[in-house]
């Protein structure tokens, strides 16, 4: 596995709607965190590694959490 040991600036595949545009989503990965944008655009949102795995955690938990509540239900209408 590569180290990051310096920023790196990739053009991602996916784009964004905003205002009446569309432009894809700009990702800079830095040695300790990662910075999100549109691409010509100028503000920037930041994000610490463990803070994305966290959220991502999270959101699978909620999605599985979901998944068993509607099973539940299913069985007991059935």
């Known amino acids: 596995m590569t180290y990051i040991n310096r920023p790196v600036r990739r053009e991602t595949?996916?784009?964004i709607?905003?205002?009446g545009r569309v432009l894809p989503v700009v990702i800079?990965?830095?040695p300790g965190y990662m910075t999100l944008r549109q691409k010509g655009c100028r503000r920037r949102y930041s994000l610490t590694y463990d803070a994305a795995y966290r959220y991502a955690v999270r959101l699978q938990?909620?999605?599985e959490r979901r998944e068993r509540v509607a099973a539940k239900g299913k069985r007991r209408t059935t």
């Open 13 to 15: 595949a996916t784009s």
């Open 17 to 19: 709607r905003d205002g």
């Open 28 to 30: 800079e990965i830095h």
């Open 61 to 63: 938990v909620e999605f």
